[in-house]
Structure formats: C-alpha cells, structure tokens
C-alpha cells in the first residue's frame, strides 16, 4: 500500500506510450531454458493540471522488491522507483515532504533554474524526523524542457539516502515541439539508470564502498526488455539518478541521436555509439529500431582514474526489435536556439580546484572542506563569469552547480564544440575544463559540488551566493 497521497491537480497515468510488443517475453537463459523477461516498466506519472500539481511525499525505509528479491530500502511512497513528476514551463509545483526517517533529510529538484531561498530549491533546509515540510516552486515560463529529477540532498547524508532509494523522474515538456512534425508523437522511454548493493538484506546506509559489486538497474528492473519495430523512432529520456557511479552506455550497432544534454535542447543534434553518464547527467536521445532481433543495451567498462573505481561492463536491458517494419524517418539535423556564451562579455574570471587526501576520504574545493555558513564565491547578478575548474586528483570528479546552467568552451586547453548548456561535466584526472555561466533572475546562497555524493558527503562542496 502506498502510505503517500497525490492530492488535487495531480493525476496518475501510466508511461508514456510504447511499441505493440510491451509486454513480458521469453529469454533463453545460458543453460538453454526459456525464462520470463519483464517487459520495461513506466514509474507512475504525477502531471499537472491547470497550470497546478500537488504532490506529497512520504520518505521512509520500506521492503520492496527488487529482481525478485525482497530488499530493504529508502522509498518515496513505498517504492524504490517513485513517481515521475511532469509538468510544462510556467507551472507551479506544490509538494509536501513527510519524513519518516531517523535522521534529516530535505529534497532538490535537480537542474531547476528557480529560487534557491525560502521554500523553493533550498537545500540548506533540514527536515528532522517526523517533520513536515511544505515546498513551493514557481516554473519560469522559459525553463528549458527535457529530463530533470529530484533527490535528497541532506548533507553529509545524500549519498546513503540517494544509493538507497530517494531519487525520482521529473520530465518538463516542451521537446517535442522542435521535432519535425513526423516525430512530434513518438514513443517516449524514461530510462532512469539506478544501482543498489545490498548487505545484511538491505541497501547499506553506512560504510559505502562506491566499487563494490553493484547491481544496475533501469526504472529499478534488472535487465527488462526494450521494443521497438525496426526502423521505428523513439524518444530515450536517459537519466543517471544514482549517487556514485558513472555509466558508458552503448547500444551495439545503434547509435544514439543527443537532442538535449541536462534538460538543455542543443541547436544541432549529435550523433554517438557511445555516452558517458556521470553521476547527475541526463541525454534526451532518439533511437531507431535495428534490424529485428535482439541487442543489448549496456553499460562498458569505465575507470575514474588510478585513484578511483573500475566499473566492469554489464546488461542494463535487453532490445527487442519485433513487428512491422517501419521506414526510418529523417533525422532533425538543427534543433533549438542557443544562447551562445562566447559571444559575451566577461565580467569576471575565476579558477576552482578540486583535491583530496592521499587516501581518498577527504575531499575539498579550493583547499577547503564544506561549511554550509562559509560564503566561497559572491557573483553579481547579471554577470557572465568564465571558471576554469582544476582536478588535482587522480580520479575524475564531477562539477554541478544548482540553479545556473553552464557552456562548457574547453577541455585540458582543447576547445570544445558546445551545443548548449549543461549542469553536469566530468572533470578528466589531472585536468581542468573552462566553463562559462550567466547568473540570471535569483538572489541567493546555493552549492557547487562534485555529483559523487560520497565526496559532496566527505567535503567536496562549497557555496555561491548571488547578489545584487
């Protein structure tokens, strides 16, 4: 039973369209046995009405199952995959969280460009158990559509509340309208990747070891089966909601079309075998069904560097390509504006490191661990800022910042060919990459961080604050 509510405005529905074929399907296991294969599951879907959605949620630890196994785990509403909360640009969000856990705990809508402050997107708030707390945001009219989501971000406790359940879908609409018309009613797929360990018959919530053996899941399946026709067009929303790990996704002969990167719709769509997902990043992608038959969608072998984790390749699903074949439509070649960076002044030049120890437990920004009190940057609102961020470790990091997107212009010296804006960029060993931000319409105090909520959690995380 699910112990929270959606009240008012909201309504549930159920994915977002599929191929005849969603159904589960026969695999043949190694040992030449047919077993059952479920088919890709939809989250429910919480979407606006009347410019309104209400939504409560109730963070608590629950029993659910997870690839037929009965594991203990930190839920949204009792369930290990919550709601996907859609609404459109302009809308407003009211959300009531309950916290059932015993420690604090808060919410953040990952990627939002509104408010840091007040009840807004401010992660400074601790909701202390048994408490409930009364969110409100104000959706700009112009707030980029595409793949965003919500997590915990209570610090020093976001990465065992994230690794343990407590991250969600959130879509904005809007995409599609920069399709040709031919594909503005595609098929959608949320793939929300999420990985869990589990130790003593639950998620461990203490003593984390981020390149321990992991389970990779999407939607919380292990390995569900994709359909498509061959030659069919679907919209892919991938998005990594899991608090450590990095995925190189790969689709074995099928490459994928990147229309938006971080919920930013890029100007001119980039093709790729292969993408990188550190922990945060999400991909608006289109796919087009392969001859039929079946494929495997997969994760690669990934190394963060000589000083962090080796991620071994595994199955994330299957691909099904089955019925009538379809003629492949025509790709978009150009896609959506872009407000270009280079072209504008700057007001202000910065350089930020990212360090850590030599064993790899204590992490810093600028030679500093977190202080939520300590103002690291004032920026002035209406400003463009270049920051050239610096590794100085020998593993990769992961740059976020809240409420303002950033251009990405270069990579170890090299520039970088930018189709739009992102929140997420994974800093190379030993390296730096320049990136360029415009700090537009909120005052306020919110973090930068690296999004391996292990280092956020061990000092990796400093704060910004926007003034007039």
């Not at 369209?17 to 026969?26: K, L, M, Y």
């Not at 910065?350 to 977190?370: A, H, L, M, P, V």
Request: glycine letters at 8%; one cysteine or more; aromatic letters at 8%.
């Amino acid at each position: 039973m699910l112990v929270g509510l959606v009240v008012a405005t909201a309504v549930a529905i159920s994915g977002c369209g599929g191929s005849p074929a969603d159904s589960p399907v026969a695999a043949v296991s190694p040992g030449g046995t047919e077993t059952a294969q479920p088919a890709l599951r939809e989250p429910r879907q919480l979407v606006s009405r009347d410019k309104t959605l209400r939504v409560r949620l109730v963070a608590q630890m629950r029993t659910v199952d997870l690839g037929g196994k009965q594991v203990r785990a930190l839920t949204y509403n009792g369930e290990y995959m919550p709601p996907t909360i859609r609404l459109r640009p302009g809308d407003r969000l009211d959300l009531t969280l309950v916290n059932m856990l015993p420690e604090h705990t808060n919410l953040h809508t990952h990627g939002w460009h509104v408010s840091p402050r007040g009840n807004s997107d401010n992660v400074y708030l601790h909701i202390h158990p048994g408490q409930t707390y009364h969110y409100s945001y104000r959706l700009p009219k112009d707030l980029a559509p595409g793949t965003y989501w919500y997590h915990s971000h209570a610090h020093p406790f976001s990465e065992p509340q994230v690794l343990a359940g407590l991250s969600g879908a959130i879509i904005i609409d809007g995409l599609e309208k920069h399709l040709p018309p031919e594909l503005r009613n595609i098929t959608q797929r949320l793939i929300a990747l999420k990985d869990f360990q589990v130790r003593d018959g639950a998620i461990p919530t203490a003593n984390i070891d981020s390149n321990a053996p992991t389970t990779r899941t999407i939607n919380g399946q292990i390995d569900p089966v994709i359909t498509i026709r061959p030659g069919e067009t679907q919209l892919w929303r991938m998005a990594n909601i899991g608090a450590d790990i990095a995925y190189k996704v790969n689709l074995p002969g099928t490459p994928f079309l990147v229309i938006a990167q971080d919920a930013n719709p890029v100007d001119e769509p980039w093709g790729a075998d292969t993408i990188v997902m550190p922990p945060g990043s999400r991909f608006d992608v289109l796919v087009q069904g392969p001859a039929a038959g079946r494929s495997t969608l997969r994760t690669l072998a990934y190394t963060t560097g000589p000083a962090g984790d080796d991620y071994p390749e595994k199955t994330l699903a299957t691909v099904h390509s089955t019925g009538q074949p379809m003629t492949p439509a025509a790709l978009p070649t150009a896609f959506a504006s872009f407000d270009d960076l280079a072209k504008d002044k700057i007001d202000r030049r910065r350089t930020i490191t990212f360090s850590e120890n030599s064993d790899s437990t204590q992490f810093y920004i600028g030679g500093k661990q977190f202080a939520p009190d300590r103002i690291d940057v004032r920026a002035r609102l209406n400003t463009t800022e270049e920051w050239t961020v610096k590794n100085l470790a020998d593993e990769e990091h992961t740059f976020h910042i809240h409420v303002n997107d950033f251009q990405l212009m270069s990579i170890n010296g090299k520039p970088y060919n930018a189709r739009g804006w992102q929140d997420t960029v994974q800093l190379p060993v030993r390296g730096q990459v320049v990136i360029r931000m415009r700090f537009l319409n909120y005052l306020g105090k919110y973090p930068f961080h690296c999004h391996i909520l292990n280092h956020e959690d061990h000092g990796m995380m400093a704060n910004i604050e926007v003034v007039a």
